[in-house]
């Protein structure tokens, strides 16, 4: 009787976090939309000074005690809480993995004071970066405002940052994926559905501020024809080997910037604003993050010359913008140099009598998808990003074909996705992990791991932990000794919070090191 009973019962569980997901994504789509609206705003207004300093000079010195001041307001934005430097994705990704702790009412205010400031001055950063950390944010504050500890509390992150991806790119299946793929590592069902439930609302929320158009919207005359489909291949070598030399670049950058003994890390970005002089006087639309520069190259009619150096000064200020740790992420500028390459190969394509230069369009779009797929080494999240944000589904086979080829080329080559390895670069402060209370740890058993097929009682497992349960597909069991472990299984492990980190590392080098069957 008490079975039968227990049958009729339902589980809410996943009902109650979708309708907390409703609520964050609420909260996010405000905050990133105004973060978004606030940008572009003051990107406006940087384009109408650098115009203005072309009939009055004298202007330039207004011009450098407004970088001055702007450098030391975001100097101490950042002096008051480091973890708001760069993109913010790396932290993210830190704090779900329990490797690092961030105050998320410090993070939110400055980080968008900070991120305005910055973008809106147009370096080339993006905000899609300083969004998921934005989200993230509200989703730890709503967390923490609703009492959830564990694993609520990080549903409730990664929700969050879902949404803020979701909210700056107008693309919520993506925004999901991203956070599943690159930052979380992790599938779960509650994960997945709370994610999802917070970025269509936050989409919804941002599409009432900027209208129903895709953000990339370009207008294309035909999908590609099969028999141009061997340029694909091409273009997919060429954006692996331009991906490495930006993730090379990007990563070594601060090493430069810390030579430069006299100047206080915080204020780094003086650099970058004095830099940003010439550009904006010469190159003004090429300001920001790249938005407009893109939609722009589906109908400009530019040489192969000019296209070149538009990426090189793409490339070299992007990564002078990141380097000197502000504000500000790398997510919009990755695509937009694919966008120059894409123009940049179309256009030598076309040249060379290949294919029509009606074509160059869909090369540009495709280009997007393959730079982004092998620099975060997030090829689904790329296919699907480029999809929604352009608005069509005619682009998913040559989209995969290029990301698949790009993504290989950079893996071949040792390149590590960008985010995890700016996440190797940070140093935790172990003083900011705390908390004792009982936490679950979820590890996905891969296929070809070398937990896969053998029994529990076969591992050493780490002390300080207990596996619990097993999840298969939507049923879980509780493992015994003789329990097998499949591939696609989920271990779920619990430990304290602050072991979390180091429980999961010590998993993953069992896994590396046992001995094969």
């Known amino acids: 009787m008490e079975e039968t009973h227990k049958k009729l019962l339902f ?49 330039v010195l207004v011009w450098l005690l407004v970088a001055v001041l702007i450098s030391f307001i975001v100097g101490k934005l950042i002096q008051g809480d480091i973890d708001i430097m760069g993109s913010g994705i790396p932290q993210v990704e830190g704090q779900l993995a329990g490797e690092l702790e961030m105050n998320w009412w410090s993070v939110l205010w400055r980080k968008w004071l900070g991120g305005v400031l910055m973008i809106g001055a147009g370096l080339f950063l993006g905000r899609e970066g300083p969004s998921i950390q934005l989200g993230s944010a509200v989703g730890q504050g ?23 991806l979701s909210a700056a790119f107008n693309a919520p299946i993506a925004g999901t994926l991203f956070i599943l793929e690159e930052v979380y590592h992790n599938f779960s069902p509650l994960v997945w559905t709370t994610s999802l439930a917070a970025a269509l609302t936050a989409n919804a929320v941002s599409m009432a501020f900027f209208g129903l158009t895709p953000v990339l919207h370009m ?13 694909l291949l091409l273009m997919g070598v060429v954006l692996g080997l331009l991906g490495y030399l930006y993730q090379y670049l990007t990563l070594n950058v601060n090493k430069v910037y810390a030579k430069l003994k006299w100047l206080p890390r915080q204020f780094d970005s003086l650099i970058a604003l004095a830099l940003l002089l010439p550009i904006g006087l010469l190159w003004p639309n090429t300001l920001g993050g790249g ?4 939609i722009s190259l589906g109908h400009a009619k530019l040489s192969l010359l000019v296209l070149f150096g538009l990426f090189v000064l793409r490339l070299g200020f992007s ?13 919009l500028p990755i695509l937009t140099l694919g966008a120059v390459l894409g123009a940049l190969i179309g256009k030598a394509f076309c040249l060379l009598g290949i294919f029509p230069d009606y074509l160059i369009v869909n090369f ?57 390895a700016m996440l190797a ?20 058993v891969l296929a070809g791991s070398k937990l896969q097929d053998r029994q529990v009682r076969d591992i050493k497992w780490p002390k300080d932990c207990l596996l619990i349960s097993i999840r298969r597909g939507e049923n879980e069991q509780i493992p015994h000794g003789d329990t097998v472990i499949r591939s696609g299984d989920t271990l779920i492990i619990l430990t304290n919070y602050e072991q979390r980190a180091k429980i999961r590392k010590q998993i993953n080098f069992i896994t590396q090191n046992l001995s094969a069957k």
């Open 319 to 331: 990564t002078i913008s990141y380097g000197s740790g502000v504000p500000g992420g790398i997510f």
């Open 425 to 444: 670069n940070l140093r935790p402060n172990p003083d900011q992990i705390h908390g004792t209370y009982e936490d679950r740890l979820e590890f996905p």
């Open 364 to 420: 540009i779009i495709y280009a997007m998808a393959g730079y982004f797929a092998c620099i975060s080494k997030a090829p689904f999240t790329a296919i699907l990003l480029i999809t929604e944000m352009v608005g069509s589904l005619s682009h998913l086979m040559p989209l995969a074909v290029v990301s698949i080829i790009a993504y290989t080329v950079v893996d071949v080559l040792r390149g590590r996705p960008i985010y995890e």
């Open 291 to 294: 938005n407009s520069l893109i």
């Open 11 to 59: 589980d809410v569980t996943r009902l109650r976090f979708i309708l907390k997901g409703i609520v964050v994504g609420i909260l996010v789509g405000i905050v990133v939309s105004l973060f978004r609206l606030a940008i572009e705003k003051l990107i406006l207004v940087s384009k109408w000074g650098f115009a203005q300093i072309h009939n009055q000079p004298w202007l």
């Open 142 to 164: 709503f967390a923490e405002k609703t009492c959830h500890e564990g694993t609520g509390r990080r549903v409730l992150i990664a929700g969050g940052a879902a949404a803020g």
């Open 219 to 231: 207008t294309y005359r035909t999908s590609l024809p099969l028999k141009y489909y061997p340029c």
